[in-house]
């Protein structure tokens, strides 16, 4: 079970505007940050024969501003599924705070509320920014945490248990059995994949009445 989170960076329109002049130590967390995300991102999940990124990554980064004139510059489109805000922070963010500490940046967690929220300001002595991980909250009634399925075929044995246990009847066994990938990581389908319509196939056989039984239910279907 997964939630799925939401990577944004807040900073003063000073520093905003420094960034969009060039000034490449003001954007050194910004280009830090988008490099181990997209990094992290460069790995594609195969279904129904079409490449799907695990997360979506803005090509051009979209900002808003809230009410105090501070910017909020968010980094994914697609929510970013993992079990917890720390795992999260270790997969996709660890390597980007490792480079910018070793270039003279400060890295203090300001809010730790896991598995929900984690803040971390970033500064030196000229820029001070702030890396918000936020659960996104889909608000549903009968699923008030947000709290969805992810399976890693890597490492399933098609038991079925899961389907049995699920208390919204939200999974189902089926006769799909093209789950090759060319990553370890393109087995591990989130949320969003699980809710694709699979590919439908029958099972290979070499016994030729098989064959035919299994033509004429996918005729009836």
Same mark, same amino acid.
Request: glycine content about 4%; charged content about 25%.
């Given at each position: 079970?997964?939630?799925?989170?939401?990577?944004?960076?807040?900073? /003063?329109?000073?520093?905003?505007?420094?960034?969009?002049?060039?000034?490449?130590? *003001?954007?050194?967390?910004?280009?830090? =940050? #988008?490099?181990?995300?997209?990094? &992290?991102?460069?790995?594609?999940?195969?279904?129904?024969?079409?490449?799907?990124?695990?997360?979506?990554?803005?090509? /051009? !980064?979209?900002?808003?501003?809230?009410?105090?004139?501070?910017?909020? =510059?968010?980094?994914?489109?697609?929510?970013?599924?993992?079990?917890?805000?720390? %795992?999260?922070?270790?997969?996709?963010?660890?390597?980007?705070?490792?480079?910018?500490?070793?270039?003279?940046?400060?890295?203090?967690?300001?809010?730790?509320? &896991?598995?929900?929220?984690?803040?971390?300001?970033?500064?030196?002595?000229?820029?001070?920014?702030? %890396?918000?991980?936020?659960?996104?909250?889909?608000? #549903?009634?009968?699923?008030?945490?947000?709290? $969805?399925?992810?399976?890693?075929?890597?490492?399933?044995?098609?038991?079925?248990?899961?389907?049995?246990?699920?208390? $919204?009847?939200? @999974?189902?066994?089926?006769?799909? =059995?093209? !789950?090759?990938? @060319? *990553?370890?990581? +393109?087995?591990?389908?989130?949320?969003?994949? !699980?809710?694709?319509?699979?590919?439908?196939?029958?099972?290979?056989?070499?016994?030729?009445? /098989?064959?035919?039984? +299994?033509?004429?239910?996918?005729?009836?279907?």
């Amino acid at each position: 079970m997964v939630y799925a989170y939401d990577v944004s960076l807040q900073l /003063d329109e000073n520093a905003y505007h420094e960034i969009i002049r060039g000034n490449q130590r *003001a954007s050194e967390p910004l280009d830090e =940050i #988008l490099k181990s995300m997209q990094n &992290a991102e460069s790995i594609f999940s195969i279904r129904n024969g079409v490449s799907h990124p695990l997360m979506v990554v803005y090509p /051009d !980064l979209k900002y808003s501003k809230n009410e105090d004139g501070t910017i909020v =510059i968010k980094f994914n489109q697609e929510p970013l599924w993992e079990h917890r805000s720390d %795992l999260l922070t270790m997969k996709y963010l660890s390597s980007s705070f490792r480079r910018l500490e070793s270039g003279g940046w400060k890295i203090s967690k300001t809010i730790d509320k &896991a598995p929900d929220t984690e803040v971390y300001e970033i500064s030196n002595n000229d820029y001070a920014y702030k %890396l918000t991980i936020e659960k996104r909250d889909f608000k #549903l009634d009968q699923n008030k945490k947000s709290y $969805f399925p992810q399976v890693d075929y890597g490492r399933c044995v098609f038991c079925g248990f899961c389907v049995d246990a699920c208390p $919204f009847y939200a @999974l189902e066994m089926s006769s799909d =059995i093209e !789950l090759s990938s @060319l *990553a370890r990581q +393109g087995l591990v389908y989130n949320p969003l994949a !699980l809710a694709t319509k699979g590919i439908s196939t029958a099972p290979p056989s070499t016994n030729p009445i /098989d064959s035919i039984y +299994g033509w004429a239910r996918s005729r009836l279907k």
